[in-house]
Nanobody
Framework: VQLQASGGGLVQAGGSLRLSCAAS????????IGWYRQDAGNQRELVAI????????KYADSVKGRFTISRDNVRNTVTLQMNSLRPEDTAVYYC??????????????WGQGTLVTVSS
C-alpha cells in the first residue's frame, strides 16, 4: 500500500490550500483515512479523519469550521480543503490510512508528508 500526498506550499494568513492523497496498491478495505500534522518540537496530531464505519468524520477542535475533509471511495483518495489558514497551521501534513489486507490485517500507512507554511 502506498499513500501519495500532494498540495501544500506557502500561503498568507487567511488564504486557502488544498491537500490531496491517493491510496494505491492492495487497498482491500480502508478502515479510515485522513490527515495528521506535525510542527517542530511537537508530536504528530490528528487534523481530520474519515472513519468508514458509521461514516464518521472527526476534526481537531482547532480546525473545525475552517477545514473540510472529503473522500472518494472509487478513486481511494482523500482531500483536505483548508480555508482561513493561520500561522499556527504551519506544519508538515501527513496523509494516514488504516487499511485491512489479507496479508497484514489492519495496519496504519503514512504518506510522505507535505509542508504547509502560513505567513502572517
Amino acid at each position: 500500500v502506498q499513500l501519495q500526498a500532494s498540495g501544500g506550499g506557502l500561503v498568507q494568513a487567511g488564504g486557502s490550500l488544498r491537500l490531496s492523497c491517493a491510496a494505491s496498491g492492495s487497498t482491500f478495505h480502508i478502515n479510515s483515512i485522513g490527515w495528521y500534522r506535525q510542527d517542530a518540537g511537537n508530536q504528530r496530531e490528528l487534523v481530520a479523519i474519515d472513519i468508514t464505519t458509521g461514516n464518521n468524520v472527526k476534526y481537531a477542535d482547532s480546525v473545525k469550521g475552517r477545514f473540510t475533509i472529503s473522500r472518494d471511495n472509487v478513486r481511494n483518495t482523500v482531500t483536505l480543503q483548508m480555508n482561513s489558514l493561520r500561522p499556527e497551521d504551519t506544519a508538515v501534513y501527513y496523509c494516514n490510512a488504516n487499511i485491512w489486507t489479507p496479508a497484514r490485517g489492519s495496519q496504519d500507512y503514512w504518506g510522505q508528508g507535505t509542508l504547509v507554511t502560513v505567513s502572517s
